[in-house]
């Protein structure tokens, strides 16, 4: 069982949004601002979408935003392209001896 | 601009040891913090350990302590993670990645598949 509770799998059609959550506790999510969100296509290494909660890596679409409110982070992805189809992880700090903890991902299908 | 790349698969039968290499281009190695993840088939993410920069020391996940080794070598700019006493759970891809100052990881390598099988 992964220290991050994603859903398994979200989906949406294109130009539509879609929200994917994120939840731990308050040694992890709620505790610090180090959250990052992955996208990992089959086959393909994970790739860095979003950090410390919010901010978008140079290069990543303003399509991908990140929040957060308590001990859930939330990844929303705008104006769906068949491109996004991917697995989304999260990521913290988390303050106990594991020091990085991940999501167990999130599968996005474009319909 | 970060390059990571990684040694070829590995095929091993259990108990043996593994020892995968990350090779750093476009910056030195002392300049970054490196780790790594790996990823059962079909299965999520899993962080292994790393260097943390802020206490100058590497850093193993409980489950591996013991177990696993990750070692540097500076003069090529190589990193290396060794896992011994290896059993069928340990198949999986071994990322190595770069760790920015707030625990993301901002550069992967691309993977190298280990596989544990008598």
Redesign the interface.
């Known amino acids: 069982q ?1 220290a991050l509770t994603q859903p398994a799998s979200v989906s949406g059609s294109p130009g539509q949004s879609i929200t994917i959550s994120c939840t731990g506790t308050s040694s992890d999510v709620g505790g610090y ?2 959250v ?1 969100w ?1 996208q990992q296509h089959p086959g393909k ?4 979408m979003i ?2 909660v919010s901010n978008r ?1 140079s290069g990543v679409s303003n399509r991908f935003s990140g929040s957060k409110s308590g001990n859930t982070a939330s990844l929303t992805i705008s104006g769906l392209q068949a491109e996004d189809e991917a697995d989304y ?1 999260c ?3 988390t303050s106990s ?9 999130t599968k996005l299908t474009v319909l | 601009q970060v390059q990571l790349v990684q040694s070829g698969a590995e095929v091993k039968k259990p108990g043996a040891s593994v020892k995968v290499s990350c090779k750093v281009s476009g910056y030195t190695l002392t300049e970054l913090s490196m780790h790594w993840v790996r990823q059962a088939p079909g299965k999520g993410l899993e962080w292994m350990g790393g260097f943390d920069p802020e206490d100058g020391e590497t850093i193993y996940a409980q489950k591996f302590q013991g177990r696993v080794t990750m070692t540097e070598d500076t003069s090529t700019d190589t990193a290396y993670m060794e896992l011994s006493s290896l059993r069928s759970e340990d198949t999986a891809v071994y990322y190595c990645a770069t760790i920015g100052h707030s625990w993301f990881f901002d550069y992967w390598g691309q993977g190298t598949l280990v596989t544990v099988s008598s």
């Open positions: 992964s601002n180090y990052s992955y290494a994970p790739k860095l950090y410390e890596p992880y990521s913290s700090y001896s594991r020091y990085v903890v991940f999501g167990g991902g």
